[in-house]
Each structure stands twice: as structure tokens, then as C-alpha cells.
């Protein structure tokens, strides 16, 4: 191949006879149809990065390159910034929508896996060294964690929420950080106390531990939390019957609760309901987590819809990953 220089510096490239001449189409030919990199592509071409990028543009301009995006993914980007939008929220990710019919139970677990994915695409821009990240626990949490890329962030602490439960234990609290902290190679900061305990003394003695107190000092220092949300109904199953029997489930709702979150209880305007459990809960508060800077909560299905309003208006997410369905219901665009 032959070059000309020209009068802005550039040679004049001798393109295939298929090109008719025209660098531009080849130099999108190969970027676009060959998916050469731009660095490839200037190689092939003889000219510097920059020259590719502006031939580039300018196929574009000229109509030689259209670029479309897919309706649907179009649609769930338009969602998320609906979300923002209508709650306030910093950030929201909107997975698209599966196809209707098959096996509920099967179609829910695929729905936490698409959350989970898309969580731990939402969290990589903060997942740098020297980050202190508090994690929940619950099924969502722990397909959150399975889809973490394997990192090495040995000076990131990873950071147990709430006490222990006597539930599934894949997804228990303890299970769910220690499974952020071996993906990310970083520092799992458990504690070993339950949950709820017997008496509210019981908790105070506890809760005034050093060992708790350091813990709960470096939770309130967190940049970032991550979560779910759990609805709450009178056909809820939980894993942990110990911790929410059927009579307090029914207590709470009497209350007003439309929705568990790191195990406190709230309504629908987000504030925390008073129960047969308080006062016996070890773990964060909800005082406490406003003043983490970034708080993720990930969750999707008919059957949160209550539970995420609830979370939405107390202000407790600064970003929301969920599905396309329900991000369409909380946006009243179906009812």
C-alpha cells in the first residue's frame, strides 16, 4: 500500500478497491465490521489514533455508521432516570424484563440473579482499596456477592450489618459478608451476636461490649452499604421463625409494616414501626444509615413493591437496582 501526504498532515491512504476510495468507510469498515480496536485500526491505515477517532465521527455524521440501541434497553434506561427522578435517588439501575410464564419459583430466582448481576455492576465503580462496605444479608444479597468479580482489595474491610439468625444459612448475614470478602480479597469484618435477643437488658449489655462497640464505630464510618428489602405479609415464609414467629409478623402488621429493612420494621411513609421486637435487635439503625453516603438497595418482584415504597420514602437508598416491572409500578405507569 502506497501514501500521499496531505495538507493536514495525514497521508493519503490507498483504501481496497471495495471501498471505492473512501478511508472513511474502510477505517469504520474495520472498527465496526472487523471489531478492530482503534489502535488496530491505525496500524492498518498508517495514520495516529486521533486521525481514526475523528474518521470515525465523521462516518458517523455522514451517515455511513448508525448506531441503535435496543427498544428495551432503552426503555430500562429511561426507567432508571424516571427513578431518580420521581425518589430523589443518585443512581438507578433498571434490569430488563423476562418473558412471561414458566415456573414462579423458577422466575424468581432467575429475577434475583439479573438484580444481583446487575448490583455488582452498579457497585465496581466504588470497589477500589481502603473502602469500608457494610453488607446485609438474604437471598438477593447473596447472588449480589456470586456475581462480585474476584479482586485483591487486602485494605477494604467488608462489614457485617446485623446480628446472626438461625435461618438459610447460604444467605445468613455472616455467609453474606464473608462471600463479598473472598471475592473482593478483602478484610470480613463479622460479629458473632444474634440478631434479636430475649430482653432489651440483654441487649444493652451486649451492645456495650467493646468488641461491638468498635464494630458498630466502624460500621457508622462506612462509605458505602449495600442491601435488600423484605416484604411483609400475612403470607410472608420466613426462613427464621425464631426470629419473626407468626405471631409477631401479625403483630407488625397491625402496627402498619409494610416492610423489613436490616431488621427493623416499617410503614408506608417509611418510619420505623414499634413492636414486639424493639429494643431487642442488635445491629445498625435506622438513625444510623442516612449518614453512610452510598446506599444501594437491591430488590425486584410484585411482591416488594410495598416494601421498596416504604424504603423510598424514608430516604434510606441513594441508589436502586431493580427490575423492569417493578420500576413500571413504582412509577404508577401500571397499577
Given amino acids: 500500500m502506497s501514501l500521499r501526504p496531505t495538507s493536514s498532515g495525514d497521508p493519503a491512504i490507498e483504501t481496497p478497491p471495495e471501498f471505492g476510495g473512501d478511508a472513511l468507510a474502510w477505517a469504520a469498515w474495520l472498527y465496526y465490521g472487523e471489531a478492530l480496536t482503534q489502535n488496530e485500526v491505525a496500524g ?17 455524521r455522514r451517515g455511513l ?43 424468581a430466582v432467575r429475577l434475583r440473579r439479573r438484580i444481583g448481576r446487575a448490583t455488582a455492576q452498579m457497585l465496581s465503580p466504588w470497589l477500589v482499596d481502603e473502602r469500608t462496605i457494610g453488607v446485609a444479608w438474604g437471598r438477593t444479597m447473596l447472588e449480589v456477592a456470586q456475581a462480585l468479580p474476584s479482586m485483591t482489595l487486602s485494605r477494604t474491610k467488608i462489614v457485617q450489618i446485623s446480628g446472626s439468625s438461625l435461618g438459610d444459612e447460604a444467605s445468613s448475614p455472616e455467609a453474606c459478608t464473608a462471600l463479598f470478602a473472598g471475592r473482593l480479597g478483602a478484610r470480613c469484618q463479622n460479629f458473632h451476636a444474634p440478631a434479636v435477643v430475649t430482653t432489651t437488658a440483654i441487649c444493652d449489655a451486649l451492645l456495650a461490649e467493646p468488641g461491638l462497640k468498635r464494630h458498630f464505630e466502624r460500621l457508622r464510618a462506612a462509605d458505602l452499604t449495600v442491601f435488600g428489602v423484605g416484604e411483609l405479609g400475612p403470607d410472608t415464609v420466613w426462613s427464621d421463625t425464631d426470629f419473626l414467629p407468626a405471631s409477631v409478623v401479625e403483630s407488625y402488621l397491625a402496627a402498619g409494616s409494610d416492610a423489613i429493612l436490616i431488621g427493623r420494621f416499617l410503614d ?68
Fill in 65 to 107: 455508521v448508525t448506531i441503535s440501541l435496543d427498544p428495551g434497553l432503552l426503555a430500562t434506561v429511561q426507567q432508571g432516570r424516571a427513578l431518580m427522578k420521581r425518589f430523589g435517588l443518585a443512581g438507578a439501575c433498571v434490569t430488563p424484563p423476562e418473558a412471561a410464564g414458566g415456573d414462579p419459583e423458577a422466575q
Fill in 268 to 335: 408506608a411513609a417509611g418510619r420505623e414501626v414499634d413492636g414486639p421486637l424493639s429494643g431487642r435487635q442488635i445491629g445498625m439503625t435506622l438513625e444510623e444509615l442516612p449518614a453512610i453516603p452510598v446506599r444501594v438497595c437491591a430488590a425486584g418482584g410484585p411482591a416488594k413493591i410495598k416494601a421498596l415504597r416504604a424504603v423510598l420514602a424514608g430516604n434510606y437508598a441513594t441508589h436502586l437496582v431493580t427490575d423492569a416491572d417493578t420500576a413500571a409500578r413504582l412509577l404508577g405507569e401500571v397499577s
Fill in 44 to 60: 492498518a491505515l498508517g495514520v495516529s489514533r486521533a486521525s481514526v477517532a475523528n474518521y470515525l465521527a465523521e462516518a458517523r
